[in-house]
């Protein structure tokens, strides 16, 4: 048994001793397949919006799922290299007031039953306001966090590459070399292996520069614009009232 709601997992675990059912939190690939999986089959209603209330939470809010990502210049097929990817909820209090925080906190929010009276609602956000509060606050830093990141695995990864092409290469060196000494007391026969073995040397010169070129790419990092995934009026539930 599998499940995505913490509260009824407890329940469970509570009024079923010695029963067994897994709880699919953020970052289990089931929780983050299934979720790839809605965010592409609902995107429309997801922009639209919903109201969830918050058992937690002492004011009401916007929150606004936001997809953060850092982008490098490797050669590709149309399609971008993505070298780092973040989710946030971003919560809109007001205008001077908002907060990242994980989307796991979704899993908190409950939908809302029917009304006794109806909720106000909020005035529209400029999703202008937004990209640029999250592409400050939060693309920036995760920009620079991942350049650090990938300059120091890269310059590790250059090292392990100088090292393994340049042990080649100086090992064929030297069976040139030694081939050479034949060459000098007369023997002629060596000459096809010695030619073949510098054209290995040229053809490892060449691979070694382009793997450099690949890994200098990932080195160009740029930050892209956030992307809004989807928003919800969150209403504290000291605030809701229910028909019976």
């Known amino acids: 048994k599998l499940c995505f709601d913490k509260q009824v997992f407890l329940d469970f675990q509570f ?20 979720l790839k999986v809605v965010r592409n089959m609902y995107r429309e209603e997801m922009m639209k919006g919903t109201v969830l209330v918050s058992p937690d939470d ?10 953060s990502q850092i982008t490098d210049n490797r050669p590709s097929k149309g399609i971008e290299n993505v070298a780092d990817e973040g989710i946030h909820l971003v919560n809109y ?13 979704l899993i908190d929010l409950k939908p ?3 009304f006794a009276k109806t909720i106000d609602t909020p005035e529209p956000v400029k999703e202008e306001l937004i990209n640029e509060w999250c592409f400050t606050n939060i693309t920036l830093p995760q920009f ?14 250059k090292e392990y590459l100088d090292e393994a092409f340049n ?8 069976e040139i070399n030694e081939l050479q000494r034949k060459v000098l007391l007369g023997d002629n026969r060596v000459n096809d292996q010695i030619q073949k073995k ?11 520069k382009l793997r450099h070129e690949k890994l200098e790419g990932m080195t160009q990092l740029s930050p892209k614009t956030p992307e809004i995934l989807g928003c919800a009026f969150v209403v504290p539930l000291n605030q809701v009232e229910y028909k019976n």
């Not at 209090?93 to 906190?105: D, F, G, M, N, W």
């Not at 620079?144 to 990864?157: C, F």
């Not at 042990?167 to 030297?174: A, E, H, P, Q």
């Open 15 to 34: 009024n079923n001793v010695g029963a067994k059912m897994f709880y699919v939190n953020p970052g289990n690939p089931i929780f983050d397949a299934v």
């Open 58 to 67: 002492k004011d009401s809010y916007l929150a606004f799922l936001v997809k």
């Open 93 to 105: 209090i007001s205008e001077s007031k908002l907060i990242s925080t994980s989307p796991a906190k």
């Open 112 to 114: 809302s039953a029917d």
């Open 144 to 157: 620079n966090t991942t350049q650090q990141r990938i300059e120091a695995d890269i310059s590790q990864r």
């Open 167 to 174: 042990n080649i290469i100086f090992d064929l060196t030297n």
């Open 198 to 208: 510098q054209t290995k040397i040229q053809d490892l010169q060449t691979r070694k």
